[in-house]
């Protein structure tokens, strides 16, 4: 018993914890959305390169209100470094520019072309960033349901969650076929060669897998009076928060205020 009541404690201290920290995920995802499509408006209109960073900054203090942080910048790195990095180079050595860094062979760096990319990897990056953000913190049943409690069509709204999680479903396929392959003896780990041998083979499970499960899905959301000209009901609910209709109208207002300092101040 005392074991026993020792791990509820731990699993309530944990549970807390886990509330307690997760602020960004319990907020009405489509007050979360109208937040990150305005940084990402934000960083194409600033007037200059360093601003996106300064909202990137806000985006990681935001970040550190849902899910860790570690994961968060983990997804930035393998999403954007290497884009970035290809960004600099071809910016930087084939810009036209006066102010010469140095020369490369043929090529040579400057400055109009570093300032360039580090304006274009800043908005890049606030983009990216929100999108990761709002993906890792949001669960696609709480946004479909605020779109539909928006007004949004419920055909719609099932498209878009289909859309979204399309991708996830066929690699969750592809590694049930993968594993299925190595339990019948083929190899499939190893050098390219070798995993492109044991992926030829899995395409043809992985389509029809895929067409079998549109056909199922169709027939369960008949079974559900899916297309009845009824108002739909929903087991599952999400509530809008005391605050979100203030967090609105800042949004909209900070969104003007910077249109009109873009449109008079910053020419």
Known sequence: MGLASGGIEVIQQRTFMDVKRRYLNKLYPI???????????LSIIAPSWWYSYFLFIFLVLFAATGDSVKVFMKKIVRSVLFLFILIFALQTL????????????????????????????????????????FFQTTQMQDLILSLEASGFSHTASYIILSTLQMIPQTKKRSEIIMNAQQARGIETKGGLKVRLRAFIPMLAPLILSSFSGIEERALTLEARAFSAPCKKTHIRTVEKGRFDGLLRVTAALILLAAVAGRCTIWH
């Open 31 to 41: 007050t979360k959305l109208l937040y990150l499509l305005l940084f990402s408006i």
């Open 94 to 133: 084939f810009r036209p520019g006066q102010d010469i860094i140095f020369h490369l062979w043929i090529f040579a760096a400057k400055w109009e072309g570093v300032f360039y990319a580090l304006n274009l990897c800043g908005i890049l990056l606030v983009i990216a960033s929100s999108f990761i953000l």
